[in-house]
């Protein structure tokens, strides 16, 4: 079970507990203010699990992602928290010590395969840079790297021949399984996979998501998968945590979230999604994620709530329990039991 709540000390991991984020902050210094991307984040992941996480483009997402593989860059900065990874605490290694992490036991499959590949390299190169580059100990012979290649470009559902190619002689679905396998090729207990479906058609998006599923059985690793999809999310992930305005504002088992959403804008978005038996149902959510750079007083989502109350333009909410295995940030369960 993924359990959210208040920070959590490193002793108090457990063997099954793959991924501990505790009150992850992520910032960005602009010239006009500070930029909270990612404000007061935690949960506990455990192995095998399937989280998906789930927002309007600006809502952390991303930012989050990327200070767990230890890439947040300048202007962006870390700061505060902490990010266990099996009881090691990622944001206080050195340079070293998370490269050799990467692949091994934290990779990402990136949004864009086509930007994240070399244009001028074949693909078996690529592969096996990412091995020899992230992996301790004794190299791997020629040998040893070619069949490995070959190994993983099977599993991904390519053929031999494309070790051969070069990226752009590729769709984009295979560029997308090709990083899948470079992300899994030193079998990482922890695949991070950032809307991996974009820009493509929605045969080729079903076939990702199920090779992605394998892979994560294949390897009993957890999955972070980020997205939009609140569809496609539903029939890949077992719990999905909701973000807004770099905030988890409700998180829980997926079906009780699509059954009982209890957050407004989980249910604006659950809402918004087409459905065949009610067509003219369905509704987009009114106005606009805020800018973080000047975000309302309270609840970040009062000005496009339909349940807003004066509380909610003046007090922050807080993530509370509000069922069986579910949190929510609403004022509207203050007078709940936690």
């Excluded at 892979?215 to 077992?238: K, N, P, R, T, Y």
């Excluded at 922050?316 to 295995?325: A, I, K, M, Q, T």
Aim: with cysteine.
């Amino acid at each position: 079970m993924v359990q959210t709540g208040q920070p959590v000390a490193e002793t108090s991991t457990t063997s099954d507990d793959v991924l501990v984020v505790d009150d992850l902050r992520v910032y960005y210094d602009t010239p006009r203010s500070v930029v909270k991307a990612v404000d007061g984040v935690s949960f506990t992941l455990r192995q095998g699990q399937r989280l998906a996480l789930v927002g309007e483009s600006g809502s952390g997402k991303s930012t989050l992602a990327t200070a767990l593989m230890g890439m947040t860059k300048a202007p962006g900065r870390v700061h505060g928290g902490h990010v266990y990874l099996t009881g090691r605490d990622l944001l206080a290694m050195n340079r070293a010590e998370m490269r050799l992490t990467r692949l091994s036991e934290i990779a990402l499959v990136p949004q864009a395969a086509l930007n994240s590949l070399n244009p001028v390299i074949r693909v078996q190169r690529q592969i096996i840079d990412g091995i020899i580059d992230h992996a301790e100990g004794e190299k791997p012979t020629k040998e040893e790297l070619n069949d490995r290649v070959q190994e993983l470009l099977r599993t991904v559902g390519l053929t031999s021949s494309v070790a051969r190619m070069f990226p752009h002689e590729l769709s984009g679905g295979m560029k997308q399984r090709v990083a899948m396998a470079i992300a899994t090729s030193l079998s990482p207990k922890l695949i991070i996979a950032d809307e991996p479906t974009s820009a493509l058609d929605v045969v080729v998006q079903r076939q990702i998501m199920e090779t992605l599923g394998q892979l994560q059985e294949g390897l009993s690793a957890s999955v972070i998968l980020i997205g939009h999809d609140m569809g496609l999310i539903a029939q890949f992930a077992d719990t999905i945590g909701i973000m807004y305005a770099g905030k988890l504002v409700e998180f829980g088992p997926v079906e009780a979230i699509f059954e009982n959403a209890q957050h407004p804008y989980t249910q604006a978005l659950i809402q918004s999604l087409p459905s065949f038996n009610h067509r003219l149902q369905s509704s987009g959510i009114p106005g606009l994620p805020p800018t973080l750079a000047n975000l309302p007083a309270g609840c970040s989502f009062n000005p496009r709530c339909t349940f807003v109350m004066d509380t909610c333009r003046v007090n922050e909410p807080v993530l509370r329990n509000v069922g069986p295995g579910q949190s929510a940030s609403c004022h509207l369960f203050e007078g709940d039991k936690e």
